[in-house]
């Protein structure tokens, strides 16, 4: 006797991305003291929920930019906003840094994040 099993299912590996596609986060020229903000959301498009991690790539580096969320979780067909902060220290120093968002699932999102520190033109009359 033959019998038949039909079997059905539906991956279930989280999968997030940046909406826009973007990958590079350039401040511009930001006077010290002061602070540049940049938002932008990372979607998990799956069916599954997509836990998420922000971690430098080089971990030898000044903390010269800041994540309003290092880590989360982003329900299944939703979005989560993060702001990116840059704060420079030094007038005329270049800051570029690389940073990876990572799924438990293995998707990795590599970002750079670019700025340079001004300093302030005092004008003496």
Do not use: W
């Amino acid at each position: 006797m033959v019998q038949g099993l039909k079997l059905s299912g539906t991956g279930k590996y989280s999968h997030i991305r940046i909406l826009g596609d973007i990958s590079k986060f350039d401040f511009g020229e930001i006077f010290i003291g002061r602070s540049a903000e940049k938002r932008f959301f990372i979607e998990n498009p799956s069916i599954v929920p997509a836990n998420f991690v922000i971690r430098k790539a080089e971990q030898e580096t000044d903390p010269y930019f800041e994540f309003s969320h290092l880590s989360g979780t982003i329900q299944p067909k939703g979005k989560v906003e993060i702001t990116a902060k840059y704060t420079p220290v030094a007038a005329g120093m270049d800051s570029t840094d690389y940073f990876n968002i990572t799924t438990v699932s293995g998707n990795t999102i590599p970002i750079v994040c670019i700025g340079k520190g001004v300093g302030e033109i005092h004008l003496c009359l």
